[in-house]
């Protein structure tokens, strides 16, 4: 053949032709020696009694078709038994294990190549489940009970859907022997999912199914007489809630749909025998949906953390629960903090909660003295949802524009001679002394300008204080009455601007 040769060994007395394909064939130079001490099948193929044992020599090494196996796995396979770890890959994908298996049944290669294949059996959660196939399919080969009991559990435990059709993903031919273990696993995750006590699945050899587990999931009833059985999140956070159908119904449009008998879902609920029905919901939230719809409110929390708003305000945007929910939600919108305020204020919008949307604003307004940049607030803008954006802007036009009108109040209606036709300058004096009393509190322009308005109407209150009515003996107006007025008019704007509302929820719409 005419593609190049690989030098696995440059004193190689053999090349392996690995492969039909001209374009994915490879020619692999490599040791006779070093593959028949690794491998049963090597040694007799390469010994005196077969044709292509006889007559090698590392001067004029000799071709050995294998039009069967796969090129990249036969290379892999010849690294490892050349002790080339260099060149081995840290980890496997799951399509090249199950062709890795095929080499290793076939050529028994079972203890040389165990690290590589250990390490491709160290599976993570969000594998996908097709891959979780290939690897079983490995395992079956390579008879190992180590390697059945991993995958097995894994997909026990992280697989939803029916086993027969994860097998249809794969590509392969589904066999009976594949029926039979898809059985098997459905038996078993069914098992595991009515248990309330621990438990130990049986052991069983390769073929059959392989797994111990020592903790099932408790059902929280939300009623007793339920047809439906919730099952939610997976490992230590995940939940089975037994609840009935019609009340979900009763509350949203989607669950109408999902149990209404034209899906899956909907058909054949018993409460002799609650259906299962798997969410990839969070867990918590939906059992707080669940007991407000069932009106199980003595069990609803009374608090929530900002995340736990969010999340249960994500599930009820999903399933359209604004109305039913509106009911306890309130209590959970009530910010008392900036840690996390634009989370709250998008679980707000999710949820459609118009009061607790005008409080979170407000909070913002008062207490953010500059645009967020969500420092604070636990939340990169970039992953708020446009409507949170925009309330965000709108929030910091309405803080300047309340700070603008504060600054006219202080520093513009204080600076006018209310007293016409008055000689005397007390006027002046007066307004003298009202700047300096406001610089003496920190209340100046640009101090203003650097704070939050909490800030500000607190100094305001608590501090500052404005020349009374005086007497002039350069004045026949003996009593100031205008300016008294005008101490009092600038206190009550005061209070008047610090009484501002929040924004309304309509003003996204």
């Known amino acids: 053949m005419a593609f190049q040769t690989t030098e696995i060994s440059r004193t190689g007395d053999i090349v392996l032709v690995v492969g039909e394909d001209t374009k994915t064939a490879l020619r692999l130079r490599v040791e006779s020696y070093m593959l028949r001490r690794a491998s049963k099948a090597f040694d007799v193929m390469f010994g005196p009694r077969f044709g292509e044992g006889q007559n090698i020599t590392a001067s004029n090494p000799k071709d050995i078709p294998l039009p069967e196996d796969d090129p990249d796995m036969m290379k892999l396979v010849c690294h490892i038994l050349h002790f080339q770890s260099s060149v081995v890959p840290e980890t496997i994908c799951a399509s090249d294990t ?95 999912r009515i248990l309330i006590t621990p438990t130990s699945f049986a052991s069983l050899q390769p073929g059959y199914l392989v797994i111990r587990l020592t903790m099932a999931v408790e059902t929280t009833n939300i009623v007793d007489r339920g047809d439906v059985i919730l099952v939610l999140g997976e490992g230590d956070t995940s939940l089975q809630l037994k609840v009935n159908s019609q009340m979900l119904r009763a509350g949203s449009e989607v669950f109408e749909a999902m149990f209404g ?202 501090k500052l204080t404005l020349p009374g009515p005086g007497l002039d003996p350069l004045c026949d107006k003996v009593n100031h009455a205008p300016m008294y007025w005008l101490r009092k008019k600038l206190i009550e704007n005061v209070e008047r601007i610090a009484d501002f509302s929040g924004i309304s929820l309509d003003w996204l719409k």
């Open 98 to 192: 199950y062709k890795l298996a095929k080499l290793v049944d076939k050529y028994f290669l079972h203890d040389a190549v165990r690290l590589a294949l250990d390490r491709a059996f160290n599976i993570e959660a969000s594998m996908l489940s097709a891959d979780r196939i290939q690897l079983l399919r490995a395992a079956i080969l390579l008879q190992n009970d180590d390697y059945y009991k991993v995958v097995t559990k894994s997909m026990i435990m992280e697989c939803n859907g029916p086993y027969s059709g994860l097998y249809n993903e794969d590509g392969e031919e589904f066999t009976v022997e594949d029926h039979s273990l898809a059985s098997a696993l459905e038996v078993e995750r069914s098992r595991l």
């Open 261 to 462: 008998g034209n899906f899956a879902e909907g058909q054949n609920l018993s409460y002799d025998k609650p259906k299962e029905v798997n969410l990839e919901d969070d867990p918590q939230a939906m059992k707080v949906i669940c007991l407000v719809l069932h009106f199980k409110y003595k069990q609803v929390p009374d608090l929530l953390d900002v995340q736990e708003v969010y999340n249960l305000a994500v599930v009820v945007d999903k399933y359209g629960l604004q109305e039913p929910l509106k009911v306890v939600v309130g209590q959970w919108l009530q910010p008392n903090s900036l840690e996390g305020v634009t989370l709250l204020l998008e679980a707000a919008i999710l949820l459609d909660h118009a009061v607790g949307f005008e409080e979170i604003t407000r909070y913002m307004i008062m207490h953010h003295h500059s645009f967020p940049n969500d420092r604070s607030s636990a939340r990169a803008l970039h992953d708020l949802s446009a409507e949170c954006l925009k309330a965000i802007v709108i929030t910091e036009r309405k803080r300047e524009q309340i700070r603008a009108t504060y600054s006219a109040a202080i520093f513009t209606d204080s600076m006018f001679n209310p007293v016409p036709g008055c000689q005397c300058g007390y006027a002046s004096r007066f307004q003298a002394r009202v700047m300096s009393n406001l610089r003496n509190v920190g209340v100046t322009p640009n101090y203003i300008a650097g704070v939050s308005l909490y800030t500000i109407f607190a100094l305001t209150r608590q």
